[in-house]
């Protein structure tokens, strides 16, 4: 386990569920306090909350889209309050939407660029207004955003390859107040929305060099290593966790 988060807090959104919930966890079992954002899972939220306080932690969930801007910002701020302070930043929520580029509509295309760029944004500035050196921000991008090795993820690509450019910015930007970012891309991994014995499973193996998916917690140990001490001299990285996707 990762050392030196213990009286921290951190702040992850989409934590109710797959990798977003190994996050909050794991970063509870290395000692942070957890707030966490969920859309439509009260039930799944609270269950990972139990589960958090059970370690011996604090922990807070609350509802807020993350294609509302106004909500999310609105639940940083929450937050902090809640918490007094405001130290890690997971940025996680996402969604995708796949298909033909000429069948992608004007709505799906709002949708997945306000969830999967905006909101991390958003999220990004109400934060940093709480954090102060020692920060992290983690954004979690997407094995697609290096090698799109089939058709139909035009949308989701763009979205995900456009927190590169956030996580730069950001870095260069907060380095000097002492604060983190940093983008984890993790490859295919099992979850409820891809499962490891799905349709496209196969194809997914086939596309990795170690050719099986990976586990929320593999990317969660990853988050883990950033959000530490050990993370405290990387910055404006991407790390991939993605089994050699794009190798």
Known sequence: ???????????????????????????????????????NSPVR???????????????????????????????VGQAAA????????????????????EDLSLEDIDRVLNINVRAPLVVAQAAVQHMVAGGRIINIGSCMAERVAFPGGSLYSTSKTALTGLTRALARELGPRGITANLVHPGPTETEMNPAEGPAADMQKGLTALGHYGQPSDVAATVAHLAGES????????????????A
């Open 1 to 39: 386990m990762t050392a030196g988060l213990d009286g921290k807090v951190a702040f992850v959104t989409g934590g109710s569920r797959g990798i977003g919930e190994a996050v909050a966890l794991r970063l509870a079992e290395d000692g942070a306090d957890v707030a966490l954002t969920y859309r």
């Open 45 to 75: 939220a609270a269950d990972v909350v139990d589960r958090i306080k059970a370690l011996g932690r604090r922990a807070w969930a609350v509802q807020a889209d993350s294609a509302d801007p106004v909500a999310v910002r609105a639940a």
């Open 231 to 246: 993370g405290r001299y990387i910055t404006g990285a991407t790390i991939a966790v993605d089994g050699g996707f794009a």
């Open 82 to 101: 809640e918490f007094g302070r405001l130290d890690i930043v997971v940025n996680n929520a996402g969604i995708g939407v796949f298909g033909p580029v």
